[in-house]
């Protein structure tokens, strides 16, 4: 289980989440930030500081946002 980054990101890009996250696990694609599965810690620091709240715990992901845990593993799939 790890933290999942929303499309809500894709506008915003702030990359506050970046200066937060104690293990480094966030990385930018073409469109958005995503967070590495495998070394997420679970920690939540990054949606607390999220200024567009696009940062769910994968558990708690809205429905509607489904394909970003997708989209996160795909950038990481070896
Ligand atoms: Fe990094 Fe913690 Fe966010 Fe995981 S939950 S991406 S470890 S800040």
């Given at each position: 289980m790890a933290f999942v980054i929303t499309e809500l990101c894709r506008d915003e890009k702030a990359a506050v989440c970046l200066d937060v996250c104690?293990?480094?696990c966030i990385v930018m694609t073409d469109t958005q930030y995503v967070i590495n599965p495998e070394i997420c810690?679970?920690?939540?620091a990054c949606e607390l500081v999220c200024p567009v709240e696009a940062i769910f715990f994968e558990d708690e992901l809205p429905p509607e946002y489904n394909s970003a845990t997708q989209l996160a593993l795909n950038h990481f799939r070896n």
């Open positions: 104690p293990v480094n810690i679970d920690c939540g």
